[in-house]
Structure formats: structure tokens, C-alpha cells
């Protein structure tokens, strides 16, 4: 089906609308990507059916019986049929793809098929329809969600030789309860090579450079090596420009 922008939408439905259903109209399409209901007058015409504009509604009247298909209201130039106030029983054109396993797997929240399967059993939604919704079928969202990065190869030889030729450090916080001390951040340093894992406690974000400095400085005099690569997760407080300097002057 084409549409008026130039666009195409796919009919994946097709079925009946009307307040009853011995005289609703038949051959209604369901048809995906369009975000209105249209009504055409012209095919309303071709299956016997009377079109009245008043000023003020719209009527659709089947030409053998006389009885009413559809009532519409006008709003400024537009003739609106109001849905939600016909029989849900005769909305049989809005149910067409209702039976849709993946559909219904998709409004209850990517639920696992095995679970709409006891909803099923035990009747516990309101609607969803007796099908059986097979477990072999595979949700192309939930596995684009599901999808992991592969483990990084063992290594077999340390890429370091020595205390402090890499450090590895992160910082996290505020954490919601403060410590005695007054605390709320934590920043962790890891040397590569020993593998010793160094905690220094904050206050605030901002001491994380100064705390840092004092730290380095003192180790280096303790183990007699100078630190020459730090490795961090390219956080902001890390690429600031006190920090950046202080990796700079090392090189």
C-alpha cells in the first residue's frame, strides 16, 4: 500500500469493522506503519453502503437494511469515527494479528515464551489468547540484548617487569552511606606487575588528585622504582587538566 508521501507500508492484516457484525464493513486493512485509521468513501460506496455528511456528523448506512455501520462526529474538517465506543466484538479488523506469539512477547516486556505458556494454562491475563507459543522462536531484540563481548585470551607471560611500571586505577562514588571518617568516594589502584591493590578513601571528587600525588610518592620512595604508565577507564576525573599534566611529565 502506498501512501501519500511517497512511502509504502506492508497489509498484514486484513478483516471487518462496524458496530454489528452482519453489516460491518468487510475487507479492512491492517496495515503496519500507518498511525491513523483512514476511511475511503469511495470503497465505503462500492460495498452498498449510503455516505451522509451533515454538518456536524457522518453516517454510514447499509443500502439494503438501512442500519447503521458507522457513526461519525466532525472535528473542524475532519469526520472522526469514534473506536473505542463500538462492541469490542466487532472490532474484529483491530484483532487481526491478536494470535501473534512474538506480538505478545513484545507487550508483556520480552517475556520468555515458557512464561506466557503458564499464563496461559493458568488463565492468568485478562486476553491473551490461547495459542501455543512455541519456545523455539527467537526474539531478534532479546538476542541483540543478550549478546557479550568474548573473555580476553589468557596470557602466559606478564607484560610487566617490575613494581609500578603499570598501574590500573578507577575511582567510584558517592557511595549512600557516609564513613566515619567522612568519606563517600573510593578510589582503587592496582599495580600490574605485584598485583597489590591500593584503597584511598575521599571526601570529595576533588581531592582524588591531590590523594593521588601524596600516594604515588610515598610508594615510589617505599618499593625504589618511578611509575611509568597509568592506565585508567577514561573517566572524567581522570582527563582533567592537573591530571594530564602530571601523566605528561612522566613520559
Not at 64 to 86: F, P, Q, W
Request: aromatic content about 8%; charged content about 25%; glycine content about 8%.
Amino acid at each position: 500500500m502506498a501512501f501519500g508521501n511517497g512511502k509504502s507500508g506492508t497489509i498484514v492484516g486484513i478483516a471487518k469493522i462496524g458496530e454489528s457484525l452482519s453489516y460491518s464493513i468487510k475487507g479492512v486493512y491492517l496495515v503496519d506503519g500507518l498511525k491513523h485509521n483512514l476511511l475511503s468513501v469511495s470503497q465505503l460506496c462500492d460495498k452498498d453502503n449510503l455516505v451522509v455528511f451533515t454538518s456536524n456528523c457522518c453516517l454510514v448506512v447499509n443500502m439494503d437494511t438501512g442500519d447503521i455501520v458507522l457513526r461519525g462526529e466532525r472535528h473542524k474538517n475532519v469526520y472522526k469515527v469514534c473506536i473505542s465506543s463500538l462492541s469490542p466484538n466487532n472490532l474484529t479488523g483491530l484483532s487481526a494479528l491478536n494470535d501473534d506469539a512474538m506480538l505478545w512477547h513484545n507487550r508483556l516486556g520480552h517475556a520468555i515464551l515458557s512464561l506466557l505458556n503458564k499464563l496461559v494454562s493458568k488463565d492468568l491475563v485478562v486476553g491473551l489468547p490461547t495459542i501455543k507459543y512455541n519456545d523455539g522462536k527467537v526474539c531478534d531484540a532479546c538476542a541483540k540484548g543478550k549478546q557479550v563481548k568474548n573473555s580476553f585470551k589468557s596470557k602466559r607471560c606478564m607484560s610487566t617487569t617490575r613494581p609500578l611500571e603499570l598501574l590500573h586505577i578507577d575511582r567510584c562514588g558517592p557511595m549512600r552511606i557516609m564513613s566515619r571518617g567522612g568519606k563517600r568516594y573510593v578510589c582503587v589502584i592496582v599495580d600490574d606487575y605485584s598485583r597489590f591493590i591500593w584503597t584511598l578513601f575521599l571526601a570529595s571528587k576533588d581531592e582524588t588528585f591531590e590523594k593521588f600525588v601524596a600516594f604515588i610518592k610515598k610508594v615510589e620512595k617505599r618499593v625504589g622504582h618511578s611509575l611509568v604508565c597509568l592506565r585508567s577507564d577514561h573517566g572524567t576525573e581522570f582527563e582533567k587538566s592537573r591530571f594530564m599534566t602530571f601523566v605528561v611529565s612522566m613520559v
